[in-house]
């Protein structure tokens, strides 16, 4: 099992940047694929990215693609957002999830098995 502790989030302006950071307990954390979602006010939660066990690899939204940068540190037990040009529909929970099958890049809220509590982003104008 692990536990999934995010911070980073804020109140920015449009075009700004923000680091989200996503801390998990326990000394398996490099067996779990990582993923980051957001929720909006009135929206189903929706991916944004996905990074692999090793870090190697990642996969984002569309709607990210070019912005934002999943990274990992395993030695940390961390993962990473980082979020640039940010807009004011990037406004949002953001909530980071792992994958205890950690063979694939999985888009879908199913196919995480542990959430953290969520951080808030605000983009202001």
């Known amino acids: 099992q692990v536990q999934l502790v995010e911070s980073g989030g804020g109140l920015v302006q449009a075009g700004g940047s923000l680091r989200l950071s996503c801390a998990a307990s326990?000394?398996?954390?490099?067996?779990?694929?990582m993923g980051w979602f957001r929720q909006a006010p009135g929206k189903e939660r929706e991916f944004v990215g996905a990074i692999s066990r090793s870090g190697g690899g990642t996969a984002y939204a569309d709607s990210v693609k070019g912005r934002f940068t999943i990274s990992r540190d395993n030695a940390k037990n961390t993962v990473y957002l980082q979020m640039n040009s940010l807009k004011l529909e990037d406004t949002a929970v953001y909530y980071c999830?792992?994958?205890?099958?950690?063979?694939?890049?999985?888009?879908?809220?199913?196919?995480?098995?542990?959430w953290g509590q969520g951080t808030q982003v605000t983009v202001s104008s």
């Open positions: 326990g000394r398996t954390f490099s067996s779990y694929t």
């Open positions: 999830a792992a994958d205890g099958r950690g063979l694939v890049l999985r888009t879908r809220t199913t196919g995480y098995d542990y």
